[in-house]
């Protein structure tokens, strides 16, 4: 079945140019001009990948994105104009899965959300035990599910994938390059805006305290790491 994106922009060009592209290669399309209408075609019916711009009447990306994120953790493509590093960064903490500057070709557009269709995936796991533990942290690889401390975490796939890195390398360090080409592909090798955030992200949803963990460690000048438990 053909995977159905919605779309959210006010510039009916945009609209346009973006349906055709996405409409081309075989995607479904649901549109919208402001944050409210998004929101109502959402409810409406099943969507598997939101592109969001940010600036738009009665209720902008970041509302829609936040709004969403209460309820949902489908993949949100951020749409940004050049330059407003800010915006991106916002963006991604408040639960979106990447960003797209504007303006943007066809080619990178469909190369994004081929990524980001591709990490929202279950990832395959066989061959190794069903349950991972380290201290109040739990996953259950079979259901894809993340416990702390007894109580569910709800995560993206994206912060799911980047999760399964450290768990499944305990005591190794992981460079940058090494996370975001695992994670999200050897096309975003080099943002490591990217990484920064959904580090973040996920220390704020799996550390007792974000400023000083010890499931997701830094090693400065290095990478990051997963410490072995003490035994």
Known sequence: MAKRILIVDD??????????????E????????DGVQAL?????QPIDLVLLDVMMPRLDGFGVCQRLR????????????????QDRVRGLDLGADDYLVKPFSATELLARVRAVLRRAQPPAESGQARFFTHDNLKIDFARAEVWVAEEPVSLSATEYRLLLQFAHNI?????????????WGAEYKNDKEILWVSIARLRQKLEEDAHNPHHIVTRSGLGYLMPPLET
């Open 26 to 33: 075989g995607y479904e399309v649901s549109t919208a001009q």
């Open 171 to 183: 005591g190794k360090i992981l460079t940058s390059e090494d996370l975001l080409t695992s994670v």
């Open 40 to 44: 109502e075609v959402f409810s409406a």
């Open 70 to 85: 209460e309820f949902s953790n489908v993949p949100i493509v951020i749409l940004t104009a050049r330059g407003e590093e």
């Open 11 to 24: 510039e009916p060009r945009y609209l346009r140019l973006l349906e055709a592209n996405l409409r081309t």
